[in-house]
């Protein structure tokens, strides 16, 4: 586990702290979930949708979608603030 976790480190381009950090946040998501050994609920905040832990393809649409709705949102603010400054 230890090897692979060094090696996805090594493997990410760009930034050393942005690889680990990426590496820890996904440990972090792995380990929200009902614990396979003991059956205890880890992370789950008293949420029940959260004992089977967080979804792949939940994560995968809030990965894509996070950035589309962002622009999108700050092209609408900035033209929202265009439009109100031509006006006084």
Same mark, same amino acid.
């Given at each position: 586990? +230890?090897?692979?976790?060094? #090696?996805?480190?090594?493997?990410?381009? #760009?930034?050393?702290?942005?690889? %680990?950090?990426?590496?820890?946040? #996904?440990?972090?998501?792995?380990?929200?979930?009902?614990?396979?050994?003991? #059956? %205890?609920?880890?992370?789950?905040?008293? +949420?029940?949708?959260?004992?089977?832990? %967080?979804?792949?393809?939940?994560?995968?649409?809030?990965?894509?979608?996070?950035?589309?709705?962002?622009? %999108?949102?700050?092209?609408?603010?900035?033209?929202?603030?265009?439009?109100?400054?031509?006006?006084?």
């Amino acid at each position: 586990m +230890v090897l692979g976790l060094v #090696g996805a480190t090594v493997l990410a381009h #760009g930034s050393l702290v942005k690889a %680990i950090a990426m590496t820890i946040l #996904g440990l972090l998501m792995g380990l929200v979930g009902t614990d396979v050994n003991s #059956g %205890i609920a880890r992370f789950t905040f008293g +949420v029940s949708e959260l004992s089977d832990g %967080i979804g792949f393809i939940i994560v995968a649409m809030g990965l894509f979608a996070s950035p589309r709705s962002s622009s %999108i949102w700050s092209r609408a603010r900035v033209a929202r603030f265009s439009s109100t400054r031509s006006r006084a």
